[in-house]
């Protein structure tokens, strides 16, 4: 598949700019702005007192202490796989989701694998943290929500936009792809614990966008004056997740950030409720940035399913 970016950066040969890059040739390529996290500086006690803010008097969500501490591990440079598994052994949830995906069709093991050990020596860090991440945040939200709210179809769409979104990223933007799995899946978590704080006041805002086919953080603002991408990003803060996960589920909204992946953006109003129609809106989008075969995007929409 032949895949065009545009529009292209700007090339000169003019003075350089602070921070471009001149070329063999002679051109210059301005370089890219730098990433500005709104959030620098924050205290956990800032974060939670705007979390409250926004939700009330809301228990703010926790990961589990294992999970917590799996994490750190795995972004500990000095890390062995022994210590990741000392942490791990004792949730049995985690150890269960581990094995699961590390038996499954995406690593299609030639044999069995039966010990944490030897999942996560042929897991990865990268993978591990990925996978623990996603199972963490999903056992920290609500199991109780709201008898409209059909929390099975929420994390099937999330699970449904994870897929999508890397398989995009595959395609457009390769070095992308890991980021715009775990942005896809976590964009919307904090949808769950907003709807459990405000309850039908929400639920009426949740179900209007669906009905009437509006963007969800759109009518958010019109009503609350924020959105579930701010309480995210709030979340991620207090989790202490990568800054660049964090920074993506602020502005997955947003069509012109630069702060997440294209492939996080594109799947952001993928909902449950959507059937093919949705396929068209998507591709129309993709096509705004990249030149990518009509063909292609279906089988990325239908394989993801």
Same mark, same amino acid.
């Given at each position: 598949?032949?895949?065009?970016?545009?529009?292209?950066?700007?090339?000169?040969? $003019?003075?350089?700019?602070? $921070?471009?890059?001149?070329?063999?040739?002679?051109? &210059?390529?301005?370089?890219?702005?730098?990433? &500005?996290?709104?959030?620098? =500086?924050? /205290? +956990?006690?800032?974060?939670?007192?705007?979390?409250?803010?926004?939700?009330?008097?809301?228990?703010?969500?926790? *990961?589990?202490?294992?999970?917590?501490?799996?994490?750190?591990?795995?972004? #500990?440079?000095?890390?062995?796989?022994?210590?990741?598994?000392?942490?791990?052994? &004792?949730?049995?949830?985690?150890?269960?989701?581990?094995?699961?995906?590390?038996? !499954?069709?995406?690593?299609?093991?030639?044999?069995?694998?039966?010990?944490?050990?030897?999942?996560?020596?042929?897991?990865?860090n990268a993978d591990l943290e990925r996978?623990?991440?996603?199972?963490?945040?999903?056992?920290?939200?609500? !199991?109780?929500?709201?008898?409209?709210?059909?929390? $099975? #179809? *929420? %994390?099937?769409?999330?699970?449904?936009r994870a897929v999508l979104a890397r398989?995009?990223?595959?395609?457009?933007?390769?070095?992308?792809?890991?980021?715009?799995?775990?942005?896809?899946?976590? +964009?919307?978590?904090?949808?769950?614990?907003?709807?459990? /704080?405000?309850?039908?006041?929400?639920?009426?805002?949740? !179900?209007?966008?669906?009905?009437?086919?509006?963007?969800?953080?759109?009518?958010?603002?019109?009503?609350?004056?924020?959105?579930?991408?701010?309480? $995210?990003?709030? &979340?991620?803060?207090? %989790?202490?997740?990568?800054?660049?996960?964090?920074?993506?589920?602020?502005?997955?909204? #947003? =069509?012109?950030?630069?702060?997440?992946?294209?492939?996080?953006?594109?799947?952001?109003?993928?909902?449950?409720?959507? =059937?093919?129609?949705?396929?068209?809106?998507?591709?129309?989008?993709? =096509? +705004?940035?990249? +030149?990518?075969?009509?063909?292609?995007?279906?089988?990325?929409?239908?394989?993801?399913?």
């Open positions: 598949i032949q895949v065009i970016e545009r529009p292209r950066p700007t090339l000169n040969r $003019g003075k350089p700019v602070p $921070g471009s890059v001149t070329t063999e040739a002679g051109l &210059i390529v301005p370089a890219a702005p730098a990433l &500005i996290n709104p959030y620098a =500086g924050w /205290s +956990q006690t800032d974060v939670q007192d705007r979390i409250r803010q926004l939700l009330g008097d809301v228990e703010v969500p926790r *990961f589990r202490k294992a999970v917590f501490e799996t994490l750190r591990r795995l972004r #500990d440079p000095d890390t062995t796989p022994g210590k990741i598994m000392e942490v791990m052994s &004792i949730d049995a949830q985690l150890v269960g989701k581990v094995m699961n995906t590390v038996n !499954s069709t995406a690593y299609s093991p030639k044999s069995k694998v039966q010990s944490l050990d030897h999942a996560i020596m042929l897991m990865g996978i623990v991440m996603i199972v963490g945040s999903k056992a920290a939200m609500p !199991s109780q929500t709201h008898a409209k709210f059909a929390l $099975g #179809d *929420f %994390w099937r769409a999330s699970s449904r398989e995009l990223a595959d395609i457009v933007q390769p070095s992308k792809a890991n980021l715009s799995f775990t942005a896809g899946f976590l +964009q919307d978590l904090s949808v769950p614990l907003i709807v459990s /704080s405000k309850k039908d006041d929400y639920m009426k805002i949740f !179900s209007t966008a669906i009905e009437e086919k509006r963007d969800l953080h759109t009518l958010e603002h019109e009503t609350m004056g924020w959105d579930h991408a701010e309480v $995210g990003a709030l &979340i991620a803060l207090n %989790w202490e997740l990568p800054e660049d996960v964090m920074l993506c589920m602020k502005d997955h909204n #947003d =069509g012109a950030a630069q702060t997440r992946p294209d492939a996080a953006h594109y799947v952001s109003t993928l909902h449950a409720s959507h =059937g093919e129609e949705w396929n068209e809106i998507f591709a129309n989008k993709v =096509g +705004q940035r990249y +030149q990518v075969p009509r063909e292609a995007l279906d089988d990325v929409c239908n394989n993801s399913i």
